[in-house]
């Protein structure tokens, strides 16, 4: 028997190496809004979270946020991807791969997902449904709910799940949807310290590429 039946993975960071361009636009709406924010800084509050919540600890920390603000972060992200968007280093090849069951689940729209997917031409080939906390479920990561969702309607036990992440966030939504966490470092956004960062918010294990995820699903 294999030893997972379902691989949820998380999209940003996981599937496509997005997170330093979709952070550094908002860094730079933020700060042209009057809010000044670096790269560094929006990556440790914002990556793996939803839209929804992300403007939540925006206003928390600068007292309002533009209402504008969102429609042009998803114009930029979306402006710059034909030029700029890559997949995670092994991604494509780990997925052509396997056989387990899989999905997606993710706090980014769909819109975002289904593009990211046809670029790296895996709209036909990845072969399981798309979740969206945008869309699925009324509380984003790190709350369990989307991860949860997923199982259900994929009809598989939590315990029998493995999940792929790269936020702290995510890696806590994982763990408490009783799955088993992989917290993967290899985004070009990952900083020193950040494996630790992982395994701190309970990743069952932390690595540095999908070649250890394979010997993971492999024991």
């Not at 939504?173 to 960062?197: I, N, P, Q, S």
Request: net charge negative; proline share 4%.
């Amino acid at each position: 028997m294999a030893a997972y039946d379902l691989i949820i993975f998380d999209f940003d960071g996981v599937v496509a190496d997005s997170e330093v361009l979709n952070n550094a636009i908002l860094a730079d709406l933020l700060s042209e809004a009057g809010m000044p924010t670096t790269l560094d800084e929006a990556l440790a509050a914002y990556v793996g979270r939803r839209w929804l919540d992300c403007r939540t600890l925006i206003e928390a920390r600068f007292g309002s946020c533009p209402e504008d603000l969102h429609d042009q972060w998803t114009g930029r992200c979306h402006a710059r991807a034909p030029t700029e968007l890559k997949p995670v280093t092994g991604a494509l090849d780990f997925i052509a791969s396997r056989g387990e069951r899989r999905c997606i689940a993710s706090s980014s729209p769909l819109d975002w997902i289904h593009m990211g997917l046809n670029r790296f031409g895996l709209t036909s080939t990845f072969g399981g449904p798309i979740f969206s906390a945008t869309v699925h479920v009324t509380r984003g990561k790190p709350h369990p709910d989307l991860f949860l969702h997923a199982a259900a309607e994929m009809q598989v036990d939590p315990a029998r799940t493995l999940v792929i992440e790269d936020s702290t966030s995510g890696v806590a939504a994982g763990r408490a949807a009783g799955m088993t966490v992989v917290g993967l470092c290899a985004g070009g956004h990952m900083r020193d310290g950040d494996g630790d960062r992982l395994q701190d918010a309970g990743a069952h294990y932390v690595v540095d590429d999908y070649a250890a995820i394979g010997a993971i699903l492999t024991v």
